[in-house]
């Protein structure tokens, strides 16, 4: 919605999973319809604040309840980094997250100190994007390594990584567990806490997830 309008009734929650209730923040209009729009395929993301300037975003939200912001914060129209500051001040239950073309190091390490929790390309595929908020959001990392490309996720164990690699191949719990001489059972519980770390919901999300972190094979 557009920071003037009020937010609609929330929807009720798929899997029982409450709702992720996201404001979206970016000076071109175009940016901020196109997340939206990618976020809308999500049945735990809502977004109910749509901003194109810093002054609508910090005026709306307290109106919206949000849980989280999706921002870029280097814009000729606002003052990202004083944004992210202002907001983790204010609202220190919102979780704020970076978006953004610049991925050099610099950048994303300024963002971060402002306040950042993550820190997500605009070159990523669309698709990804509601899991990767929904990571974020659950306390998950991502953020460029020292490259400057690859992101890192934190939290997963090795066995966690090994059975959420296999099952990204489409490997079944059943043939999973064979191949690591483990039961199915064992299998479900890791795939049960990978998701939860992750911020995702099932197989086809964490796969998505999981390659954007570069963390199964």
Known sequence: MNAD????ADPTPVWG???TRLAVLDEYPIQTAGITTALSASDT????????????????????????????????????????ETIVADYP????????RLWDNSHVARALEAGAAGYLSKTMNIADLPAMVRHVCAGGVI??????????AAGLT?????????????RSNAVIGD??????????????NAYRKLGVQNRTEAAHVAARLGICD
């Open 5 to 8: 309008q009020p937010p609609a």
């Open 179 to 192: 191949d690591l001489f483990i039961t199915a059972q064992t299998v479900k519980f890791h795939l049960s």
């Open 158 to 170: 090795g066995r966690e990584r090994e059975v959420l690699s296999m099952a990204a191949r489409g």
């Open 93 to 100: 239950g919102i979780v704020v997250i970076a978006m953004s």
């Open 45 to 84: 993301i809502r977004v109910v604040l749509s901003a194109t300037s810093s002054a609508a975003l910090i005026e709306g939200l307290p109106e919206v309840n949000a849980d989280a912001v999706l921002m870029e914060p280097w814009t000729r129209s606002h003052d990202g980094l004083t944004t992210i």
């Open 17 to 19: 999973s409450p709702i």
């Open 143 to 152: 953020r460029p390594q020292h490259n400057g490309n690859v992101p890192e």
